[in-house]
C-alpha cells in the first residue's frame, strides 16, 4: 500500500521536476530548436520602433519564421553551396564585428577618449576667423545669362566697396544669403575643415577689417571680411569626440589585425580568382604533360 503511494506521488511530482529542468530563459520550442528570451529581444530590436510588435505577436512572428527554417532544414536547403556561403557570410560578419566591438571596448570609454584628447596637443588645433560676406547666388549647371548677372552683381559689390560704402549696407542691400545678410553679413565664425575648402583659404588670409576680392564656390560667387584676426584654437572635447572616438577604433582594429596575422596562418590562392568558365582550361603545365 505505501509503496504504490510512493508511485502515485512520483507520477504527480514527475511534471514538476522536470519543469524545473526546462530553461527558464526558453520562450518556445518549435520542433528541435529552442527559442529563447535573447531570440526574441533580437527579433524586436530588428524592428523599427513605429512597427516593432508587443511581446506576444513578437513571438508568433518568432515562431512562424522559425517554423519556415525547420522545414528548410528538413528539406537539407542548407545544403546548397550558395546558401551556404550566406550563412557563413553572416556567421562571419557577426563574429567579426563582436570581435571587434571587444577589441575595442577598453579604447573608446569616456576616460580613455579624454587621454587622448590631452595627449593629442597641437594635432587637433585647427585655424577659425570670425567672418562676413556678401553673396551672389549661382546655381550648378547655371545658364550664361544668370552667370553674367551674378559675376555683374558680385563685382558691383567689391566697387562700391573700393568707392567707401558701408560693407554691412551693401550685405543687408545685395547679398542672396538669407540668413546673414539680415546681420549685415555676418556669418560667425568659421572652422578650417568645416566649410568650403576655397572659401577658408580665402577668409583666413585677411587681416582684420580687410576683405577679399570676388571669388567663387560650388554655392556661388562671394566678397568676404574679416572681422577679426584669424587664429588657432584647441577645440572643445565635445566638438571632436567623435573623431577621436574614430581614430581610437581604427588603432585598436589595426592592432588586432597585426597581431591576428602573426597568430594565425593566411594562404591565399590568387590563380583560383579567375571566371569559372576558365576551370576545364589546362594550365601550362598539365598541357605539356
Avoid at 231 to 250: C, D, I
Wanted: glycine residues 6%.
Amino acid at each position: 500500500m505505501k509503496f504504490g503511494i510512493v508511485i502515485r506521488c512520483l507520477g504527480l511530482l514527475g511534471p514538476v521536476l522536470l519543469s524545473g529542468c526546462e530553461d527558464p530563459n526558453k520562450v518556445a520550442q518549435v520542433g528541435r530548436t529552442a527559442l529563447t528570451r535573447e531570440d526574441l529581444a533580437h527579433l524586436r530590436a530588428s524592428q523599427s520602433p513605429g512597427v516593432r510588435a508587443e511581446l506576444e505577436p513578437a513571438l508568433e512572428e518568432l515562431v512562424e519564421r522559425t517554423l519556415l527554417a525547420e522545414e528548410a532544414r528538413r528539406q537539407e536547403l542548407q545544403k546548397a553551396p550558395a546558401l551556404q556561403a550566406r550563412l557563413a557570410a553572416a556567421e562571419r560578419e557577426l563574429l567579426a564585428h563582436e570581435m571587434l566591438e571587444r577589441a575595442v571596448a577598453d579604447s573608446v570609454t569616456e576616460q580613455a577618449l579624454r587621454a587622448r584628447y590631452n595627449e593629442a596637443g597641437s594635432r587637433l588645433e585647427r585655424r577659425e576667423v570670425h567672418v562676413a560676406h556678401v553673396f551672389a547666388r549661382l546655381p550648378e549647371g547655371a545658364d550664361e545669362t544668370t552667370r553674367r548677372q551674378a559675376q555683374v552683381r558680385i563685382h558691383q559689390v567689391y566697387a562700391r566697396l573700393a568707392g567707401g560704402e558701408s560693407f554691412e549696407a551693401l550685405a543687408r542691400e545685395l547679398s542672396e544669403d538669407p540668413v546673414s545678410a539680415p546681420r549685415g553679413g555676418d556669418l560667425g565664425v568659421v572652422r578650417e575643415g568645416e566649410v568650403d575648402t576655397a572659401f577658408f583659404a580665402q577668409a583666413v588670409g585677411l587681416a582684420e577689417g580687410v576683405w577679399s576680392k570676388p571669388f567663387g564656390t560650388p554655392f556661388g560667387l562671394h566678397v568676404v571680411k574679416a572681422l577679426e584676426a584669424p587664429k588657432t584654437v584647441m577645440p572643445p572635447f565635445e566638438a571632436v569626440r567623435g573623431k577621436l572616438e574614430a581614430e581610437a577604433r581604427q588603432d585598436a582594429r589595426a592592432k588586432l589585425l597585426e597581431r591576428l596575422r602573426r597568430e594565425i596562418s593566411v594562404r591565399r590562392y590568387p590563380e583560383r580568382l579567375r571566371p569559372s568558365e576558365d576551370a576545364g582550361t589546362p594550365s601550362h603545365e598539365e598541357a605539356s604533360k
